[in-house]
């Protein structure tokens, strides 16, 4: 595999856990723009704070470390096995839960769900169900923040041909080429990825992922269903407005009565 990477696989070779790699995945994923934009957000309204799908806990803790009361949840075992172990001292509370089913029995000021995270909630009723536990644990006064790529603006999603994405180091194998091919259902606007994880000794490591691109209209349509208003939404982490040619939908969210209050 030199130039291009064969999207054949044999019977017997099963795709991995995309979120089994905790070490590798913060190895490929720094902070960046999105950390800036939801840590300045958080400093604006102050906490409690959840962060929903919260990977290893790059955010929640910087978020602690500034002294908010911060809970993180995801669903893989690994990457909260990671975040409790990059805490030790428990400066943030986790969960191993699903962002679409969670109870916690309390309200937080601020809800965020970085990271493309999103993209994994699959569908109307998924979504809707999320948007019903965000509700449910939004304070009145509180705010949802939320980003997802703009539909037709991925950066990958153009065939399914794989192609070279992105490089990084992974302190532990040395340069790392990620590989992508997409197949995009243009109907559903679900986008099936293979990812290869190509490493300097030249072994593989090759994982699936199903992403759901939602429009803004249709993320105004389901926020409001389960009682959430946009306040203000985003073209990227720079606070650009939001157009069609945007790359991102950076949405903030609040308790109806309290959105349409801030809109007008």
Not at 22 to 36: K, M
Not at 168 to 179: A, I, M
Request: aromatic share 8%.
């Amino acid at each position: 595999m030199s130039a291009a990477l064969s999207d054949d696989m044999s019977a017997s070779e099963s795709l991995g856990d995309e979120y089994g790699d905790a070490e590798l995945y913060d190895a490929e994923n720094g902070w960046g723009p999105d950390d800036d934009f939801y840590h300045s957000l958080a400093a604006e309204t102050g906490g409690p704070i959840l962060d929903l799908a919260c990977g290893t806990g790059r955010l929640a803790r910087a978020l602690a470390a500034d002294g908010h009361r911060v809970v993180g949840l995801d669903l893989a075992p690994a990457m909260i096995a990671r975040a409790r172990g990059l805490d030790p001292e428990g400066t943030v509370e986790w969960h191993q839960a699903d962002a679409t089913r969670f109870a916690l029995g309390r309200q937080f000021r601020l809800i965020v769900m970085t990271a493309h995270a999103f993209q994994h909630v699959l569908g109307a009723q998924a979504q809707a169900a999320l948007f019903a536990r965000i509700t449910d644990h939004l304070a009145p006064d509180g705010i949802f923040a939320f980003e997802t790529r703009n539909p037709g603006q991925q950066d990958y999603a153009d065939g399914s041909d794989f192609k070279l994405w992105r490089r990084f180091v992974d302190p532990r194998r040395g340069p790392v080429e990620v590989w992508v091919a997409s197949a995009l259902d243009t109907v559903t606007g679900i986008d099936h990825v293979t990812l290869v994880r190509r490493f300097a000794d030249g072994m593989e490591r090759r994982t699936a992922a199903q992403l759901q691109y939602t429009a803004a209209a249709t993320l105004e349509a389901r926020l409001g269903q389960a009682g959430l208003a946009v306040a203000t939404r985003y073209g990227d982490f720079g606070r650009e407005p939001y157009g069609p040619a945007s790359p991102e939908i950076v949405t903030l969210a609040r308790p109806a009565a309290a959105g349409r209050l801030l809109r007008d």
